[in-house]
């Protein structure tokens, strides 16, 4: 389930109100939990999870659910670092994956102000005494504190070099210093222009994931 709020029901994906809003349904997720797992009973999907849902929100599903979770995806890096979401996932035994763990750097709705964690002075530090690349650091930091990460690209090269990670391991030291780099900054959040401001387009849906602290 991509998100806990969902939009409303039909052919078009993005289903939008004459002034450009977006049209949402509010059926409660843990009744499409149940309709997901009844997929797997017959046979049609093997596996399924969750992306973007709140510790709440999947505290919610977890009290319904008689499939588990396989995984919730979540947008996650050092300036999103996720550690008390993921804490609460491990606790539950949910396996927890990083979407846009460099900072999507190629997204087309980029911030204006954003910061750019590919050029993150500390990160690139640590590159250079590991010989490693920016992105292979973010990588690491991810695999040794358990999470799976996803790291999207076209160029061979780098697909490449993203796999490898495991030929080097960064000091408890280092661990932490990167998980203190955090500042809640998100990169994925889907914005409209309201009145010439730039808004979060779902924020005002009861289900929308971040409005909680986590
Ligand atoms: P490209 O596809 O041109 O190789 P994310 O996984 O956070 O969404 O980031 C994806 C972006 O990061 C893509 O623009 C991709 O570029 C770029 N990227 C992927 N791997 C690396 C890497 N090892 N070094 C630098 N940029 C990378």
Redesign the pocket.
């Known amino acids: 389930m991509h998100w806990p709020h969902a939009f409303e029901r039909g052919d078009n994906l993005f289903p939008k109100n004459p002034d450009g809003t977006m049209r949402y349904d509010y059926i409660d997720y843990k009744e499409t939990w149940k309709a997901m797992e009844k997929l797997i009973s017959k046979g049609l999907v093997r596996a399924i999870g969750l992306s973007n849902f709140n510790s709440c929100q999947i505290d919610d599903i977890l009290s319904v659910a008689s499939v588990k979770p396989a995984v919730l995806q979540v947008e996650c ?1 050092p300036y999103l670092a996720q550690n008390e979401l993921i804490a609460h996932c491990h606790q539950r035994g949910l396996v927890v994956t990083a ?9 087309m709705w980029k911030h204006p102000d954003e910061p750019v964690l ?1 050029e993150e002075p500390g990160i690139k530090k640590l590159a250079e005494k590991y010989s490693k ?4 650091i973010l990588l690491r930091w991810q695999v040794q504190r358990k999470v799976i990460v ?6 061979p090269a ?2 490449l ?2 796999l490898q990670v495991f030929d080097f391991k960064l000091t408890a030291e280092e661990m932490s210093y990167i998980g203190s780099l955090n500042k809640n900054w998100r ?1 994925i959040v889907p914005m409209v222009t309201v009145d010439g401001k730039l808004v979060a387009r779902d924020a005002g849906h009861p289900l929308y994931p971040f409005n909680e602290p986590y």
């Open positions: 890096h979407y846009s763990p460099l900072g999507s750097p190629d997204r590919l690349s920016p992105a292979q996803i790291p999207k690209s076209v160029t780098r697909i070099q993203n990169y």
